[in-house]
């Protein structure tokens, strides 16, 4: 039936997000730099302190719809958006998207996760859950930083001149690595009690493949032609970066579904 949107559903009114309540922490998404829907962020409050915060923000798009209504039938018939190299078919409007996604510099709605840790021994203390807008700061792209924030680079004491040798590393980086270095230590634990109730380790022997097309950014919104230059690049699974994304929504959902 193609890929165009009903009328009905661009003139959909997107819900204000002005009633809900603004979140004390600023937030942090880490995706690929292809990445326009931003559906996930995380925030890390209290380092320093005994016990850590963290924070799991997701994108809530759901606030523009009611039950029964044109988005609602779209989204119900579409069912998700279809990727491919080089374009996508999204599932709802891109006025929705781009007014939920995740972008750093403004407020944005989210259904936030807050879980507490005891810093030193990461036991979870406390969980929980609310609707509200989250400031995002930054927009982290893994293809850019992978190669500098490996285990050794997290590890390491920047107290002990670590980075003396890489005066070229990112202020984001910088700003935001007493996070990463508690996010990796984290990640890491949650990583290994799921492996004891799997009953073996998860290895990462097989990179991941991603494929892009190069092509003038003009053109993005619109199906490749076929002329295209095909560009492969390797990544490895379980780079601290991915660990860490995916762990934290491994958290998320757990709790989310029990």
Known sequence: ???QFPPQALAAALAPANDLPLAGVQAYSIDDSQTTEIDDALSVEGLGSGQVTLGIHI?????AIAPGDVLDGVAHTRLSTVYMPGYKITMLPSEVVQHYTLEAGRPCPALSFYAMFDEATLTLQNVRSVIEQVNVIENLRTDALQNIVTPAWLEADPAAGADAAAP????????????????????????????????????????????????????????????????????????????I????MILVNHHWGQ
């Open 168 to 243: 070229e590393l990112p202020a984001a980086l910088l700003r935001h690595r007493g996070a990463l270095a508690f996010l990796w230590r984290l990640a890491q634990q949650l990583k290994a009690q799921r492996e004891v109730v799997r009953g073996k380790p998860e290895t990462f022997t097989r990179p991941d493949f991603t494929f892009r097309l190069l092509r003038d950014e003009a053109l993005q919104d619109t199906p490749p032609n076929g002329n295209e230059t095909v560009q492969i690049d390797i990544r490895q699974r379980g780079a601290p970066l991915d660990l």
């Open 245 to 248: 994304v995916s762990e934290m």
């Open 59 to 63: 994108a809530a798009p759901a606030l």
């Open 1 to 3: 039936k193609g890929t």
